[in-house]
């Protein structure tokens, strides 16, 4: 096999360079403390950082960069002022800036701020270094919160909460004020005095973008939570018993018909539901939430994707709130909680714990429709019961020194004559600044409908089946390098997760240079990279064997450019086909508020339909504007073409189109457009095909927020095809809904 030489170079050096690595101690940097002053008066946040109590306040500068520059003196000038007055977190932070005009901030839905000039902070309220809420705004009051895992390094964008920010623009600059509840936060109650881990941060935007802390950033250490430094405070807070009830009332109505020329529209008439969500926070460290007749549609519409030449199942994000809060408790190594399987519940609960290096979580929810993975190495299927089903999920994660931990997975989903269920342990442990290891073990049982097993041709309605996974890695301020070891059984399953491809073993090994210039270069950061794959059935059949390289670089205009190469042979039915691959991606910022993307490829694939080698061009070029401060638009388009020997067999295209009108910080009008079409060949195909096929999905919107859980929603969306049957476009489904929520905290 061609890769593995690369595969025992790349493992060898991974071994040579960690031999000495395995004994070695981290080393706990020494953190910095302060004291966070308490005073009785409140704020009006309005930007204005006129208070008198902002003179009494705790005040830092921001006078570091460490993002490109490592460690370097910041460019321009942040002073912060912090306190707390018993129930909140108040900071004010003042961002000077030598050419206000320069100043980029947009109007946004909610966490869609990174691409602005925005002021924040992060706190770890268990010092633990494992998580911290972070709160972010720009000038003109959009907010971003989330959860960061120090583990994994990952944001969970998901959280939201009810807090305030506001700013104003200056001569000088900007500023921005924050309060914060302490209410929202989870930390250990018991404590006579509070000590957590903090961070201060500005993000300015230029020729590059420039992260600027109080805190140096050691990139030898791969926790970055483990150094930031503290603060001691806030005497004797309680959290409260926080109760929130969201009633909401949703209305729909819904035309649809099968085949638009002989079929009449079907009118659902207006169907009105009454439901409400519910969180109460038991104790600081313990949550509920419950949904009652719950509104689980998917407002935010997916990015189209293109699924010509694929053998395995899209993914698409989970975006409905009552599943993407707290989603972070179920990650682990591998994606065995994907609740985008639960498609249409009627109620759902869920109830999340952490205290004392214990954290638990678990949720239950029924579902009216049961679909789920028939997944093999090669391809999968998806099948589908008459009968609903019920869902349980339950997660336990034990927390160790040095951000390590181990923890347990249990996953059951059950209906008539069906079942299946999932368990098993993981963990992560980091035993040096640079070195983690993390594992996963599960344990499958599933029954199947007999009718199900006559459909696919299933060998019983009865399977067991294990899963393993093991990664390793290194990631210093120079190397980095990583290994990673996968057996999945032929019959595992893991019918809530995202798991398409089980029945084999892969290898894989990576190692990555990294480079660094300061700030004023034509380049900042460079890398360059080899990985190495190999992948054989449990039997010993070989299924892949590539080489992937990469190169990235970083320069002026925020610009980001990749090179990523493949080679090697990949088996499809048995046959051995070549591959070889070359994909250009390019990203920058030409002007403030004009993002410009580029990705194309070109090489020898496989056409899987009809098994045999192809020849494969991609192109996807994406741009994104903001024209002032209140209207966005982003277009992406990808163009996909497989040729064959005899000539072109299809050729594809997307296009997906978003036009926003960002009224205020509450509320938008939002247009969505997503057109497909696809050209066929039909003499190169084996079986019969279409020889076009077009969709066209839209929708409009409007929202108007208060906060996340006090909203309204008034819509309409509609859908048409396009096949050989018809000479143009029809529309199969026409829907107007709407959605009112109103948020009630005793």
């Known amino acids: 096999m061609r890769s593995t030489n690369y595969l025992n170079c790349i493992l060898l050096l991974t071994l040579y360079s960690t031999g000495s690595l395995i004994a070695a101690e981290i080393n706990k940097p020494s953190k910095e403390n302060f ?4 005073f009785n008066e409140q704020i009006t946040v309005d930007g204005k950082v006129d208070e008198a109590v902002w003179k009494k306040a705790a005040q830092f500068e921001l006078n570091i960069e460490t993002a490109p520059g490592e460690n370097t003196k910041a460019p321009v000038r942040t002073t912060v002022y912090m306190y707390e007055d018993g129930e909140n977190l108040n900071l004010a932070f003042i961002a000077y800036d030598p050419d206000p005009s320069k100043i980029v901030a947009h109007y946004h839905d909610h966490d869609f701020i990174f691409d602005d000039d925005l002021v924040g902070f992060k706190v770890d309220t268990y010092n633990d270094s494992l998580r911290s809420y972070q709160f972010f705004a720009n000038y003109l009051g959009v907010k971003h919160d989330s959860i960061e895992d120090g583990v994994i390094g990952k944001d969970d964008l998901s959280w939201n909460a009810i807090w305030e920010s506001a700013g104003i623009k200056t001569e000088q600059g900007y500023q921005v004020e924050f309060s914060v509840p302490l209410s929202i936060l989870r930390f250990n109650d018991s404590l006579d005095v509070q000590k957590w881990g903090f961070d201060l941060l500005r993000f300015y935007p230029r020729g590059v973008r420039h992260r600027i802390s109080m805190n140096k950033v050691d990139r030898n250490i791969s926790c970055k939570l483990c150094q ?3 603060f001691t405070g806030l005497r004797d807070i309680k959290t409260g018993n926080n109760l929130t009830v969201v009633p909401f009332m949703t209305a729909i109505q819904h035309e649809q018909r099968v085949n638009p020329i002989t079929d009449p529209w079907t009118d659902s008439g207006v169907e009105t539901d009454f439901g409400f969500d519910l969180r109460w926070g038991v104790t600081a460290d313990t949550t509920i939430n419950a949904s009652l007749n719950p509104d689980f549609s998917q407002v935010e519409s997916d990015v189209a994707q293109l699924d010509a030449n694929q053998t395995f199942s899209l993914f698409f994000p989970e975006k409905r709130p009552f599943f993407i809060e707290g989603s972070d408790y179920y990650q682990s190594l591998m994606n065995i909680v994907y609740t985008r399987n639960i498609s249409d519940p009627d109620y759902g609960a869920k109830v999340t714990h952490s205290s004392n290096s214990n954290n638990y979580a678990a949720f239950i929810a029924n579902d009216t429709e049961t679909n789920y993975f028939l ?8 099948a589908s019961l008459t009968t609903g089903s019920n869902n349980a999920v339950f997660r336990y994660r034990r927390d160790l020194e040095n951000t390590s931990s181990i923890g347990t997975l249990i996953t059951r989903r059950e209906a008539d004559d069906y079942q299946n269920t999932v368990y098993g342990l993981d963990g992560v442990y980091r035993f040096s600044d640079t070195d983690l290891i993390r594992a996963q073990v599960l344990l499958s049982d599933t029954e199947d409908p007999q009718a199900i097993v006559d459909e696919f041709g299933l060998v019983s309605n009865e399977s067991k089946g294990s899963a393993l996974d093991f990664f390793y890695r290194h990631q210093g301020r120079n190397w980095a390098y990583w290994g990673r070891y996968t057996q999945i059984d032929q019959e595992f399953r893991a019918d809530l997760g995202f798991l ?20 004023g270069n034509w380049w900042n950061e460079m890398s360059l990279g080899l990985v190495a794959l190999e992948e054989e059935t449990i039997d010993g059949q070989s299924l892949d064997s590539t080489v992937y390289g990469f190169f990235n670089i970083s320069g002026p205009l925020q610009s980001k450019f990749e090179v990523n190469t493949v080679s090697g042979e990949t088996y499809w039915q048995g046959v051995a086909y070549d591959i070889n691959d070359i994909s250009f991606d390019l990203q920058l910022v030409p002007l ?13 694939n496989i056409d899987f339909t009809n098994s045999r080698a192809a020849d494969t061009l991609r192109l996807s070029p994406r741009i994104k504007l903001n024209l002032g401060l209140h209207f966005q638009t982003e277009l992406r388009y990808t163009k996909l073409i497989l040729d064959v020997e005899g000539g072109e067999l299809f050729n594809s295209t997307l296009v997906d189109a978003r036009l926003i009108y960002q009224f205020s910080v509450q509320s938008f009008l939002r247009l969505v457009v997503q057109y497909s079409d696809t050209e066929r060949n039909q003499s190169l195909y084996l079986d019969p095909v279409d020889a076009k096929s077009k969709n066209l999905a839209t929708q409009l919107l409007y929202s108007y927020k208060i906060n996340q859980q006090t909203v309204f929603f008034l819509g309409y969306s509609d859908s048409s095809f396009e096949d050989d049957s018809f000479n143009q476009l029809q529309k199969t489904d026409k829907i107007l809904f709407l959605k009112m929520s109103y948020s009630w905290l005793y």
Do not use: M
């Not at 491809?501 to 892969?506: D, H, L, M, N, T």
């Open 592 to 604: 403030a508020g004009i993002n410009l993307f580029f990705v194309a490829s070109a090489g020898k």
């Open 228 to 230: 930031n430094p503290t």
């Open 500 to 519: 398409p491809r089980v029945g084999y073993k892969k290898y894989l090994a990576g190692v990555a240079r990294y480079w660094y210039q300061e700030s």
């Open 375 to 382: 997944p093999g190495h090669s391809s999968s299927n998806i």
């Open 35 to 38: 004291n966070l002053p308490h």
